[in-house]
């Protein structure tokens, strides 16, 4: 039932691990995002695919790589994790251009040890 | 660079107590402008979307106004269950340009 699942929701990993996080949403929206909150709630964008074609890739440390293998689908997955990645990670989707708003996930919280 | 600062970072108020949120935004050419409400250990949840000066839209208890510098988001006679914190985003126009969000103002009401 749920529009857009992320998982997982929490994510506790030591310094120097890869790990990933998976997005599917069940909109039938063609454009997918991730953006990460920091301790202070600002929600930065990351990344954003538009019908599996990457679109939007804000200065982020090359340790991120997102994969859309469809339209539906929108996984991150980071390399090498340190201290300062530990956030939360929200995947989004919309459709139409403009959106008229985007559809957030309930966020995964990763926590680098 | 596109900007969007919100005040107050958080407000108290006695349920029945109208307030307003205020968000001011600079953008090279404005889309949208959008307001969401986040509840803790939530993602934000799509509220509005104004897209030009003069335009209001409302929803139950609230109302989003926009101009050419400011929104404002507001909450008429408040009741608890609308705390949360209320956050607004700008998108510029011109294709596929990235939405900038705000860090939000934390509404409390007491009952």
């Known amino acids: 039932d749920t529009a857009v699942s992320q998982t997982p929701k929490y994510l506790v990993t030591q310094m120097g691990n890869d790990k990933s996080i998976k997005c599917e949403q069940n909109l039938g929206h063609d454009t997918m995002y991730w953006y990460k909150q920091d301790s202070k709630k600002f929600l930065k964008i990351m990344f954003s695919?538009?019908?599996?074609?990457?679109?939007i890739n804000e200065t982020v440390p090359n340790r991120f790589s997102p994969k859309s293998p469809d339209k539906a689908h929108l996984n991150l997955h980071i390399n090498s994790l340190e201290l300062g990645d530990s956030a939360v990670y929200f995947c989004?989707?919309?459709?139409?251009?403009?959106?008229?708003?985007?559809?957030f996930g309930s966020g995964t919280r990763l926590t680098v040890v | 660079e596109d900007q969007v600062t919100q005040s107050p970072e958080a407000l108290r108020l006695q349920e029945g107590e109208s307030s307003s949120l205020n968000c001011s935004y600079t953008v090279s050419g404005l889309r949208g402008l959008f307001w969401y409400r986040q509840d803790p250990g939530k993602g934000p949840e799509f509220l509005f979307t104004l897209y030009s000066a003069g335009e209001e839209k409302e929803k139950e208890r609230l109302k989003a106004t926009l101009t050419k510098k400011e929104s404002f988001l507001h909450i008429t006679a408040p009741k608890p269950e609308d705390s949360a914190t209320y956050l607004c985003a700008v998108q510029p126009s011109g294709g596929y340009q990235k939405v900038t969000f705000g860090t939000g103002t934390k509404l409390q009401v007491i009952p």
């Open positions: 989004a989707s919309s459709s139409g251009q403009p959106p008229e708003g985007y559809t």
């Open positions: 695919y538009n019908n599996k074609e990457l679109i």
